[in-house]
Structures are given as structure tokens and as C-alpha cells.
């Protein structure tokens, strides 16, 4: 099936590891000029050089922490002085730690706040023109199972998340007249180093290992097993792409029937 996406240049943030390398490297594998940031210079450049090995993708790896506004402005101004435009922007952000509610300071919730609400403002208000100007544009979110199911002690993303989707949403209804297509991705639980730090907070807590918390979440949903970062990156492309031309405004769970609601 051809995507349409040849040459249209995808941004994705936090994109060193986890799902946001496994979504830039997938854009890669579509003909996509990409453009790629992490925090941490070293790691990000290793991670755009493993794509480049494979596929022949033109990259921009540029430093850039998303909680930092100014950063973001600087980060897509130099994207599109590279690329010309942004077609495809997918936030993406670390997620917050595992607490339950007392055990929340308010640092953390001003972080999570930061890093996984307002970064996706951030990028959303330097994208938009360049979308509208032509016409075309994709927005994607990534977020988590907990904008439709609540997880136990991740109160910080049950209760942030939930911001996005209104921002998702808004986003969409406003932007449609300019061919702007704003969608949420949610991961279930997938085998990436925030889900084995998800899995030693856990075992903190409960005595329980590791290995039983990995076991214990595969068995949650139907499929069986954890997901793979590939799986959610290949959803984010899928809507990225003209063959998910009438699709906005959407959360799009990738979680293997994790949710147990309709
Ligand atoms: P990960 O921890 O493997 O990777 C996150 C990446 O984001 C890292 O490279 C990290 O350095 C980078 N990052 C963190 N803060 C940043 C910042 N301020 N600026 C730039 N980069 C930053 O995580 P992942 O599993 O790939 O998860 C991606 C998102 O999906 C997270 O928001 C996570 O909460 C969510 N999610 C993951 C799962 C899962 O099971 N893995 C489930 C539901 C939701």
C-alpha cells in the first residue's frame, strides 16, 4: 500500500529511544526526510546514525528538551530551514513517574505539566503556519492507554493526559478547514526502558519482581503479551499518511484490547 508520505518531512520529538525512535525510524523507512530530538547530544546522534544505516533518510538531529518553549521555536525554525516546511509533527515526551496521589509533589506535577502537556502547545503553535501555508498537515500525539483508562499510580498521567486529548481535540475541530489532522496515539504496555522503570517502581513497592510485573501486564490484555515500539510507530504512520485522510480529532489506543471498556 503506498502511504503517500515520499518526501513529506516528519518531526518527532524525544525520538533518541522507546516508541519516538521507533516512529522516526518507521517515517524513515517511508521515504520521510526527518527530524529528530533528545536531550542528550551523544545518545541522539548514535540513534539518527542506526537510522541512517538503514534507510536512506536525509536527517536533522538537533539538541532540544521540549518542556524548554524556546527551544522548540528554535528546533522547528531550524527544521524548516533545512526541509522547507513541517508536514508531519508527532509530540512525544518522557513519561511521569509512577506515584499515587500523596506521594506527588507539586515539582512533579509542574513537571508533568511541562514534559507532557505543554510541550505539545509548544510545538503545535510553531507547526500550525507552516500547515496551513500548505495546506496539509498532520499533528500526532502520543500519550498513553490512561486518556481512556485510569492505571494505578500513574495519577500524573491519568490526570495530564487528559488535557491533551481536549488540546487534540480543539486542535482538530479548529484546523480541519486547513487540511490540519490532529490525532492521539495511546500505547498499552510496551517494551521500552519507561516501561522497566515503570516495572521496578512497581516491584518497590509490592515486593513482587520485575519479571512478575512484565508477566502480570501481558496477561491484562487479550493479545498476550507486551507491545512492541514498532506496533504504536506503525499506527502514527498509518495516520500520518493519505490513507488516513478522514481521520481527526481521534485517540487511537494501541494496546493489544488492554482497555476494557466498548
Ligand atoms: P522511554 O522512556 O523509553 O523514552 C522516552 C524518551 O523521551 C527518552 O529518550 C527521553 O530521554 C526522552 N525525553 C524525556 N523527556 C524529554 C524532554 N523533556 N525533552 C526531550 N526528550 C525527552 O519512553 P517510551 O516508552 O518510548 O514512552 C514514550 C511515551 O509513551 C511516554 O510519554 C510514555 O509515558 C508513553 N507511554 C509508554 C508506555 C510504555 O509501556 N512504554 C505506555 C503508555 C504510555
Known amino acids: 500500500m503506498d502511504l503517500g508520505l515520499k518526501n513529506r518531512v516528519a518531526l518527532v520529538t524525544a525520538s533518541s529511544q522507546g516508541i519516538g525512535f521507533a516512529t522516526a525510524e518507521a517515517f524513515a523507512a517511508e521515504g520521510c526526510r526527518l527530524a529528530m530530538c533528545g536531550r542528550n547530544e551523544r545518545t541522539l546522534a548514535t540513534a539518527a546514525e542506526k537510522i541512517s544505516k538503514r534507510w536512506p533518510a536525509e536527517i536533522l538531529?538537533?539538541?532540544?528538551d521540549v518542556t524548554d518553549s524556546a527551544a522548540v521555536s528554535r528546533f522547528v525554525a531550524t527544521t524548516v530551514t533545512k526541509f522547507g516546511t513541517v508536514?508531519?509533527?508527532?509530540t512525544n515526551a518522557g513519561g511521569p513517574p509512577a506515584k499515587e496521589f500523596l506521594a506527588v509533589s507539586m515539582e512533579d506535577w509542574h513537571r508533568a505539566?511541562?514534559?507532557?502537556f505543554l510541550s505539545t502547545v509548544y510545538f503545535a503553535r510553531e507547526v500550525i503556519p507552516h500547515m496551513q501555508?500548505?495546506?496539509?498537515?498532520?499533528?500526532?500525539?502520543?500519550?498513553?492507554?490512561?486518556?481512556?483508562?485510569?492505571?494505578?499510580?500513574?495519577?500524573?498521567?491519568?490526570?495530564?493526559?487528559?488535557?491533551?486529548?481536549?488540546?487534540?481535540?480543539?486542535?482538530?475541530?479548529?484546523?480541519?478547514?486547513?487540511?490540519?489532522?490532529?490525532?492521539?496515539?495511546?500505547?498499552?504496555?510496551?517494551?521500552?526502558d519507561r516501561l522497566k522503570e515503570l516495572a521496578k517502581a512497581r516491584s518497590a513497592a509490592s515486593g513482587k519482581s520485575e519479571d512478575e510485573m512484565f508477566a502480570a501486564w501481558a496477561a491484562d490484555a487479550p493479545l498476550k503479551r507486551l507491545g512492541d515500539p514498532r506496533e504504536v510507530a506503525e499506527t502514527i504512520v498509518w495516520l500520518a499518511s493519505e490513507r488516513a485522510s478522514?481521520?481527526?480529532?481521534?485517540?487511537?489506543?494501541?494496546?493489544?484490547?488492554?482497555?476494557?471498556?466498548?
Open 133 to 192: 501555508r500548505n495546506r496539509w498537515g498532520r499533528i500526532i500525539t502520543i500519550t498513553s492507554i490512561t486518556t481512556k483508562q485510569p492505571v494505578a499510580d500513574l495519577v500524573l498521567s491519568n490526570a495530564v493526559r487528559a488535557a491533551v486529548v481536549g488540546l487534540v481535540k480543539s486542535l482538530a475541530n479548529e484546523f480541519g478547514k486547513d487540511g490540519i489532522l490532529v490525532n492521539n496515539v495511546g500505547p498499552g504496555f510496551t517494551a521500552t
Open 87 to 90: 508536514d508531519i509533527c508527532v
Open 246 to 262: 478522514y481521520v481527526t480529532g481521534q485517540t487511537i489506543l494501541v494496546d493489544g484490547g488492554l482497555y476494557k471498556g466498548l
Open 113 to 116: 505539566i511541562d514534559a507532557n
Open 61 to 64: 538531529a538537533e539538541v532540544c
